[in-house]
């Protein structure tokens, strides 16, 4: 079973579009799939499976401690259940360390082969937690400017926030900071000369970076793309996060812009599984056959990041 978190800084660029498309393309391949609803403030995942406001949430586990096994709710997709989202939340990440723990503890028990977590816009240091968690790194874009520079932040604070407890763990948290504040006397132009000075510098990082980051890739999304030669900011995202990050990062592929979208699903009154004939379903599947090459190898050890 694996956690496939999907993320990607600014908001409305289809993330839960995205999710709920994985949902239907990886059950269409017989998986076991369940949906997480993790966007605090902006709950829609049951919207998006033509569900009326859920009568469950995951709210329950939060604020009375209900295991997640009891909020799963049927959705009309089948082989798809869904945690549904807290409508009654202000916006907060109200997971605090523990709760996040018992959280993904709940989440690998759940009977599923793929859960998918829509964990919603920002940046916001739980919002990476969770990412960074999960065994397939997933960020969605659109090809404007502003989206493509909100994920590159969010990639960036995901790939800092993995690092810290490294240099917690090395014992030269105050070290990589000095280098970090005083990078240009090093010649330090990217994040990936950063690593490898602290690596060549400090021998203890540099064992323990590279374990860290064994199996760490970020998959991109790209959607709504209403020009092919907009495909091309997939591989520049890609380049980018590989040149300046020293990230892997692979673009899983693009998903068409489709006008008609929202008004086809809300005139079907169904599931997204209805429209699967849509050429953005097709595209959408295209890029759940990408995801799930090499499933067996999990772009990360579960639990790495405590
Ligand atoms: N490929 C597409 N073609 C046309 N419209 C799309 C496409 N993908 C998403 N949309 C539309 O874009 C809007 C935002 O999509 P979605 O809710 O999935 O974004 P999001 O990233 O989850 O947003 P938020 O950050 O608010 O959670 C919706 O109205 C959706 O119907
Ligand atoms: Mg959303």
């Known amino acids: 079973m694996q956690i496939w978190a999907i993320g990607g800084g600014k908001g409305g660029t289809g993330k839960s579009f995205i ?47 209900v295991p997640l096994n009891e909020l799963l709710i049927e ?13 009654n939340s202000s916006g907060a990440n109200p997971l605090t360390y523990a709760l996040k723990i018992k959280f ?8 599923a082969n793929v859960v998918l977590l829509d964990l919603g816009a920002g940046s916001h240091h739980k919002t990476l937690d969770a990412f960074l968690e999960a065994d397939r790194m997933i960020v969605v874009t659109v090809p404007e400017r502003m989206a493509i520079e909100n994920l590159y932040v969010f990639i960036k604070s995901a790939f800092f926030r993995k690092l810290s407890p490294l240099f917690k763990k090395a014992g030269i948290h105050e070290e990589a900071r000095n280098v970090w504040m005083r990078r240009e006397d090093y010649g330090i132009r990217s994040m990936d000369d950063f690593t490898e000075y602290l690596s060549n ?62 008004d086809r699903l809300l005139q079907d009154k169904a599931s997204l599984s209805r429209v699967s004939a849509a050429r953005i379903m097709v595209d959408v599947c295209r890029i759940a056959d990408a995801l799930t090459e090499g499933m067996e190898e999990p772009d990360k050890l579960s639990g790495e990041t405590g």
């Not at 959705?75 to 409508?87: F, M, N, R, Y």
Request: charged share 25%; glycine share 10%; hydrophobic share 40%.
């Open 19 to 65: 999710t709920s498309g994985l949902g239907v393309c990886l059950a269409e391949k017989g998986l076991k799939v369940v949906m997480v609803d993790a966007d605090f403030g902006g709950a829609n995942l049951h919207t998006y499976c033509a569900l009326p406001k859920p009568a469950r949430s995951y709210g329950e586990f939060v604020r009375e401690g």
């Open 104 to 111: 993904f503890r709940q989440l690998r028990k759940l009977d």
């Open 201 to 262: 510098h400090f021998s203890g990082f540099g064992q323990l970076f590279k374990e860290a980051m064994r199996y760490f890739r970020v998959h991109i999304v790209l959607n709504k793309v209403r020009d092919y030669r907009q495909t091309e900011t997939g591989f520049a995202i890609k380049s980018m996060a590989e040149k300046y990050l020293g990230i892997p990062a692979s673009f899983a592929g693009h998903v068409r812009y489709d006008r008609d979208f929202w």
């Open 75 to 87: 959705t009309p997709i089948p082989g798809v259940s869904l945690i549904a989202g807290d409508l």
